[in-house]
């Protein structure tokens, strides 16, 4: 994001044109005081005037008192009361002089006005008045212009003088400005040139036109009529007539040549120019081709910033001309058959201009001065003073006064010496004059600034304090904060006309300052205050925005500011006026765009702007949107079978193009169909595409950005290929036997694009692989597919499809390999054998049937099984049977997940493609015993106080005979924590059994399983606990909730309650007891004497205002902090231990030292109370 900020006072600009102001401001007196004349307003040394309007001529002064006003014209006084067209303005000299019926050159002349009062005469310039002028063309005929072809040539247009000059143009018959260039331009003097002429050139309304400004009015000179001839190309019939009555431009020679200068003319010229003027250096030059002209300066640079090319580099122009400026510049012009050269020499002059002007002087009497005027100029200026109007060596004399090195040093002046004094500069180029009063007299200081005016800037900004004052003498500034003298540091700057300036302010020099203005005749203090307040700040800036056309940008604006300033915003677009369109909604903190258009891009500024400054913040705006689409699309290299494909982008809306998708059109197979054909990267602009033999086709083009894909190109010109054989056979050929005594060949069909030609059909040929027959063929049409009848059974056939078309066969096709239809195998499996691994897995095994039998491909075998029944209980519902498939040739297999001690049926299959084969007998077998599954479930039973009863139900699959049970058991801990394992091994026909001596209110974790021959089976598990456990835990229950032992625990509470109340009195009846002598010891801050003369308690007393003991102040938690007070039951006793029981209750003996009684006790609001006694133990 590209971001500016600015947070000065009201812009750096204005605070820059302020600092100048307050640090160079001249000496203002009071228009109260005595003062002699000041000219303040007059009208320019050369006034041109509109002789259609009055002429006035300025002259404002100031003074005390309001002076009077005098002119002189032409040298002479100039007696307006006795002209009546001349009127001068009440309390002004300002003449307005009424033309209306007089000719306004009756008034051309040189003006000056005179200010006069008690104290002195100050005078204006020599003001020239002169009338503007605009006179007529001359009549003049001008002949027709015949000019060879290539020649140079030179139009004039010589206007009238005018005053001011006029501005000159070139136009047409239909007021359209002539067309110019490097060949043809207009010249500074208003000439038009050409460097040489062509054909086109030829015209009759070559007119020049002179504007005169001050008039508004334009002058047209006649028009001029150009032949140009081909001289080479006509006869001399032909070419007399074209030359009759014509002036002929033919003494050049028109063919080829170096460039000449046309003007200046030959190779050295020389020009003047004033210092701070406009330099402008041309040169034109002849030749053909048309010369390109370039600039130099000898043996020095061209001016960095105030050099410019005007017509087509024919004008040097240089700004605000300077003596460095002066010297040599080379004018080159070239072309292709040599060069030339012309040096102007620049001479550099200068009209006066000042160096120190002189300056009003206010002295007080018996002060001494000087004023002093110094000029330059080239050449240098003459300096001569007057003295009110009269030339200083003709006044009257002054011994104060005297003329040293060209200023007027003035000493011990007396009141009533005030003058006016003009300084004049003048040399051949112009004069300057200023005037400079001398005012004496005494005056005590005043402060011009307004009193307790409140300067506001933003914190790091500057900060200028005015103290503007007036005294004579001139009076000394102090300026005071908080009464602390401020002196020229670092922080603060006292300019010359006692401005103070905070260079940085910060918010700590906010506050009132002071400043003292002194002379001798006394004192004068003014009050100013500074508030210093934060500056604006955009915090959250407006970010660059790249988004889609038609959508939506918003742009975020947030500042933070000081509270009293209320900043306003401005929206900028490329530093202009945001468009007046309602899409544009300007919220308080952003800028939002609705539906974005191309034109919306650009940079967007946030200004947020105080009575006092500013911030500012930009960011850009990027509309992005599909692509253009490509155009020009150009086919070149044009072959049999390929093509380059060339084409223009179009524009890519901010959003580089990633790719070119390429796309055809085949109107001869598919017309309409557009097909991607190919991508070619984003930079590409041609493509080399291959194609197919008898297609029509035609191209277009479509770019992707990011944002997505143009829309298509226009199409190109249709592009049709030759007819060819196929280049291609089909596809995915394939044989399929479809029945017993067939075949089916399939295959995918060519396309249009893949037939290269018309007629395009399939030749199918076939034969048996093992019989050595010949091919038998067959020609189609528009088919994917053929049925062969009348085949063996599986029987190996080779197959080929090859594409045919008008213009012959497609390459020899590839073989493929396939059989005839399949046929249901004939015979089963025999000799099956099963052999049992496990309880729940059997292999089996069988003789494989003899291929010739399978009548197809051999798939596999199929073994169907199921479960007759178990070897140790009656099943009474059927099994459906399962069946296995094993692929391939192998004749072996695995059983899995069989039920153990069962017996099983079996019978194999083979199959092939057309389906199964008959069955082989059925095979019996059984599996052996396994380990049994888990019991059926398990329940546990609290038989007494120290006993459990274990019941179970046997598992649901025995898998074999049961040898007997395996119980285990082991207590679990409140921590879940398990105890010793104890193993019981019972015997089969069992499903109970009780457990004696076990622990009381405990738990127990129970695992049982059931075992055969082959092991125990899964273990279920189950946890109880003894009655007891449960029976005390009712009886507590039960005594916690009778009504006799809540009395009981009641009655004993109370007692202990009095017991510790009676204790506590005691104790406070004793004498000085520990705990005081602690406090003593300690001073805790809280715990102040109730008696000064001892330090301690009073007699304690019940009559009195239920005071509580001192130091028994407890917090509202009811506990005592050991910041409070150090005091323990130990400290409390005689060395005895205090011992509470089990359930928390008090049974210590309590005994205090039985010392003299104190009184008053501790600083509670409240009477001693049990409470308060039993928390100051706690």
Known sequence: MDRKRSCTLCGGAVIMLLLLGHMTRALEVPLDLPQPPTITHQSPKDYIIDPRENIIIHCEAKGKPHPSFSWTRNGTHFDVEKDSKVIMKPNSGTLVIDISGEKAEAYEGVYQCIARNDHGSAMTNNIVIRQSRSPLWSKEKIEPITVQRGMSLVLQ????????????????????RLPQNSRVSQALNGDLYFSNVLMEDTRNDYICYARFPHTQTIQQKQPITVNVLDIEAMNDTVLAAFLNGSDFWGDSPSGERAPTFMNPPGTHSTTMVLKGDTLQLECIADGLPTPDISWSKVNGDLPSSRFSFHSFQKTLKITEVTEADGGDYLCLAKNRLGSNQHIITVVVRAAPFWISAPQNLILAPKESGMLTCRAEGNPKPTVTWSVNGIPIENSHKDPSRKVE????????????????????????????????????????????????????????????????????????ITWFKVNQSIVDSDSFIIHKNNTLEINVARPLNSGKYTCIASNSLGNKENHVYLEVKEATRIIRQPEYK???????????????????????????????ELPDDTRFEVGSDSLTIHDVREDDEGNYTCIRNTTLDQDSASAMLTVVEQPDPPTDLELTDQRERSVRLTWTPGDENNSPIQLFLIQYEDSLHEPGVWVNMTEVSGTSTTAHLELSPYVYYSFRVLALNEVGLSKPSASSRQYRTNPARPDMNPANVEVIGTSPDSMTITWRELSGLESNGPGLQYKVSWRHKDLDQQWTSLTLANVSQYVVPGTPTFAPYEVTVQAVNDYGSGPRPEVVLGYSGEDLPTVAPENVRVSAQNGTMAEVLWDAVPLSTVRGRLNGYKVSYWKMRSLHKEDLDPVKPQELIFHGSEPEGL???????????????????????????????????????????????????DSLVVNWVPPVEYNGHLTGYLLKYQPINTTDELGPLKELLLPA??????????????????YLNAMTIKGSGPTVTKEGFTMVDEAMTSKQVDIATQG????????????????????????????????????????????????????????YSDTEDHKPLKGSRTPSNGTVKKDDSDDSLVDYGEGGDGQFNEDGSFI???????????????????APSPVNAMNSFV
């Not at 109970?992 to 738990?1003: M, Q």
Request: aromatic share 8%; hydrophobic share 35%; with cysteine.
């Open 1044 to 1099: 006799w032992f809540i009395g009981l625990m009641c009655a004993i509470a109370l007692l202990i309650l009095v017991l510790l109340i009676v204790c506590f009195i005691k104790r406070n009846k004793g004498g000085k007891y520990p705990v005081k002598e602690k406090e003593d010891a300690h001073q805790d801050p809280e715990i102040q004497p109730m008696k000064e003369d001892d330090g301690t308690f009073g007699e």
């Open 895 to 945: 059983l899995i997940d069989l039920h153990p001690y069962s017996q099983y049926t079996l019978n194999i299959r083979t199959f092939n493609g057309k389906g199964d084969g008959p069955a082989s007998s059925n095979h019996i077998f059984e599996t052996p015993e396994g380990v049994p599954g888990p019991p059926a479930d398990i329940k546990i039973q609290n038989l007494n106080l």
């Open 1148 to 1166: 210590g003996q309590y005994s205090g030292k039985k010392e003299k009684d104190t009184a008053e006790g501790n600083e509670s609001s409240e």
């Open 157 to 176: 247009c010589r206007p009238p003088a005018g005053l001011p000059p006029p501005i000159i143009f070139w136009m047409d018959n239909n007021f359209q």
């Open 405 to 476: 090195n060209g200023n007027i040093i003035l000493s011990d002046v007396q009141t009533g010496s005030s003058s006016v004094y003009q300084c004049n500069a003048s040399n051949e180029y112009g004069y300057l004059l200023a005037n400079a009063f001398v005012s004496v007299l005494a005056e005590p200081p005043r402060v011009l600034t307004p009193p307790n005016h409140v300067y506001s800037v933003v914190t790091n900004s500057r900060a200028l304090l005015d103290c503007a004052s007036f005294g004579s003498p001139l009076p000394k």
């Open 989 to 1006: 026909n069992e499903t109970s059994v009780t457990l004696e001596n076990l622990k009381h209110s405990t738990h127990y974790k129970f």
């Open 546 to 576: 790249v988004v889609q056309r038609n959508s939506m940008a918003v742009f975020e604006c947030k500042v933070k500011h000081d509270e009293s300033l209320f900043p306003s915003m401005i929206w900028l677009k490329d530093n202009m």
